[in-house]
């Protein structure tokens, strides 16, 4: 044996000597590899054997020997079978982990095996201490001076103990399966489980003794279909502080203890938190998604917070408070520690010690909601903004969220990124986006009244809507639009709220106003810098806070183009539509928006929609001095007004030549006239055949000045019109003159000027099984007076009565086609149609749905959405026109030229206002004019046509 | 002068003149750059004003890329012998221009009293009655009158002013050598 090299004074032994020790040797051997039993007559054998080898100064070897025997049977017979026990789990990989079965084999498996592996631990450990015991007594026996020696070189027991501890950690570890922490995680969860079950229908007990629970209440009325909900609210009803064994029972807990020392015996303690750690993070991540997962309305922070306070934090009480001590006293020592453990260890070390993993834990799994809460709010963010206000709360949510984790980046990136793929294309309507914008802004704002994230959001979206044609035109329907007359409720509610913006800014811009007085108090400015707070460090430099939080939505909306100017022109041209559409003179509405948006935008930028809306109350007194004008002279005033009929031109006076007065005064205004008609005449429509002569001169047809209302504009301050020439019938052309003489005797020497093809008319058909009003644009009612004569007319010279191209009159004639009043069919001439009256509608048969008697159907503007005011697009087109008096001076004096000659000198020359298009804007235009047979283009370059 | 009717009133004409003129005669020609800034300017406006009236038989434009040297055309008015024809004209603008006339030929040979064969025009605003309130419209459009009225009292082509009285004689050797010249100057 080579136990036999290792003493020192082997050669100088006896025979007898090495008998002794060999004999001694091999009964230790022998017992040894027995261990562990209990066999006392053994144990003295044991222990009679160790002292003689002992006495030989074989201890250490001893002592090796034991362990490493130990450690052998160890191996041999508890690994290989505790690890088989569990062999059953990958049987179960397969389906599902959250399965009722797996969690009852883990149950029934992992206790068991876990106490059978303790159990031999134990014995053996209880061996160790025999050996212990033996060593120390030869020990005693030996001579001072010896004791000294091995004291100071020699394992105590402890020692023993901590490398058994040690060697038996490390065998269970490295032989250990991979899916061994997935089962002590399932197993953790499971109880977890049963504890919050338990705790919760604790609490529901407790609750139902007590009624006076406003917050069981609540939970009741949600009951049913908000589970978790009424979960939450009834655990935080007021919690008493449950001792956990009440609430789950002792056997539970005795049960968790146990398991929990066993494990933590075995070595597996890491192991043991981690599966814990993970439980209750998995519970608390599931709890969070399924109470705040698309649910914005409630707030579900504070909710979870104490939520986390009753269920996990008692639950990890429970498990790691009874754990604690074992991990300090439990691996040294022999006996089991009681499961309730901790009402054993009173000393107030092991208290505080607990309370600060308590303490810390808590920290921990509050940090742990914060992110898991709002990385999940920041996911939803796009959704919860277009659920604002209603989603305030997990606004508010976010918000602590946000602070205590400073993911602003990362909500900015993801915000983003929804945006793109979810507002900022192509299938989005403006208005949408607009609404998400404002919901945006409001929401941002409340989340981090700096602003700084919000113009990092905000930016994509405004560099989008300013690629959009419509966005102002929205943005001004939305301020002005009256709040029921818009069809859509969504567009309708927020144009209220834009327009209670407006207001609110108003008052805001006023406050600020005074604040700049009142700053000189120097208290206020001590506590305004007191209040200063640096931007965040993603703010953008370039802009200073100030700018950023004085803002207001409107401002934004505004700002998305960068300045008012574009904004005022459009109000000027959607207020021209809308004044021009009225049918009576009524503006309150317009005169009190219009001051609104004078305080936002200043008098100036206001001043000729402010003329415009004077234009109109103006007309209004003038309409009715020039009324009042015919009741006293003209007898045929109020003659049988029958049938209404609106009938509204628009006229433009120009200064009369003459009147040097008002001329020379550039700055004069330059009075021009919108006249809005009212005539009052029937319109019989005769069938075909009949003398139709009879009717001609009916006292029916009389048309009275009471029939016109005119609106008169100064032209100068209203945006340019579209320009239309058209021939209205006689009548009402006469009716028009008359009412431009009146006007020009009282307003000398000022003139009408009508725009005939601009306003609206009234008028009523009858037919001959059946009479309609109708409310028309001038050109319509001057198309369908004209078959009053003739029931049916050839295109071309329908057209050339009233002075337009054929094209127009067939695009204008469609809406009576389509009302079914005439009837459109192709005649004996090729190529030409033929518009013929349809008296019955039976005999027509073209159509049956045709407009009823008694109301009125506006028809304007439905067939080309036409406006009367000319659009920003036509304006670019009359922009353009500038250039074709250049263009075709250009070419006039020279022969020909390429196309980037005539781009150059359009830059170099035309400066008033400055040439700024592009060379495929001049291209397009060009070719437009070469459509038009002005100019013709040949090998690249252009000329003009010659005539 | 005869003529003098067939200029165009221009309604800037009144305003003080003379001082305008008489500063002018001090100005010595120097074209300092903010000058030359200014006269570009209103040669500009003048393009403008040019492009914008749209009257029918004269038009000019800037020729490449210098402000200061146009191309005009005049179309002879109808009624007189030279109505359907049509003449281009060179206007180079000097630095200190309004202040000074602008030079103005004709580039395609013109018969007529009162211009050369080179296509120098004697014409009263172009020399000693040129006055600031003048501009290209103004004297495009007094050339355009010179052509039916000309001074045959101080003519530059004699045989022109000699001819003038027989109408029908007069066209036809205009004619003849306003297509000569255009056939010479068929590119």
Redesign the interface.
Known sequence: MDCEQDSPSLVSLSQARVTEIAQAWSVFCAIASKMPSRHQPESTFFSSSITVLCRHGLRSLVADYFLNQLQAIFQDHCTTSFWKRFDGYSGFEDIDKESLQLNNWIQSILPQALQDVCYVKISQQESIDLLAHSLRACESSLDQSKRDQVAANLATSDDLLRRYQTSVTALLLTSAPKYFSEILNLYFKARLEDFSRAARKQINVSEMTNDSDQYWDMGKASQGNERENDDLESVLSGWTDLDITDMVGSTWVTEVAKLICNLQQLGFSAMTEEACACAVYSMLKDKIHSVATKRYEKPVLAPIRRWIKVIPLQFLHGVLDSASPITQDCAFSYELPSPLASSRFENSISRKVASERITRWHLRLEFFTYETLGNLRINELFDIIVDYPESLPAIEDLRHCLANTGHHTKLVESFRTALRHRLLTAGAATTDILLQYISTIKALRTMDHTGVFLEAVGEPIREYLRSRKDTIRCIVTMLTEDTGASGSTALGGVGESLLEELSRGATVIDNVDSEDEGVADDEDAWTAAERWEPDPVEADPSRTSKSRRSMDIIGMLVGIYGSKELFVNEYRIMLAEKLLSKSDYDIDREIRTLELLKLRFGENSMHSCEIMLKDIADSKRINSNIKANTVATSPRANKMQLQAFLGSSAAQNTPSVTSISRTADPGSRLAAFVARARGVFSQSEQPPGSSSNANEEPVEKDLSLEAVNATIISSLFWPPFQVENIKIPDVVDNLLEDYAQRYHTLKTPRKLQWKKHLGIVKLELQFEDRAAQFMVSPMHASIIMLFEDHASWAATDLASALGVPVSTLRRRIMLWVNQGVLLESLGDKPGELYYTIIENIGDGGSRNGVATNDTAVPLLGEDDGESAVASMEDQLQQEMN?YE??VL??L???DALPLDRIH??LK?????PPYDKSLQQLQGFLSGLVAEEKLEVRDGLYRRRQQ | MSFDGGVQPNPRGQQGNPAIDASSKQSTPMSNPVETHSVA?RL??E??A???C?DPGV?????G?N?FS????IKGSAGTVYDGLSY?LSLRFPTEYPFKSPTVKFDTPCFHPNVDQYGNICLDILQDKWSSAYDVRTILLSIQSLLGEPNNDSPLNSYAAALWVNQEEYRKVMLKQYRDASGVNAR
């Open positions: 500038v008096s250049y001076g250009m006039t004096n020279f150059n000198m170099m020359f035309v400066s008033d | 300017r500009q406006s393009l403008m040019l492009m914008t749209g038009s000019a434009f800037p020729e890329d402000i146009w191309i005009g055309t281009k």
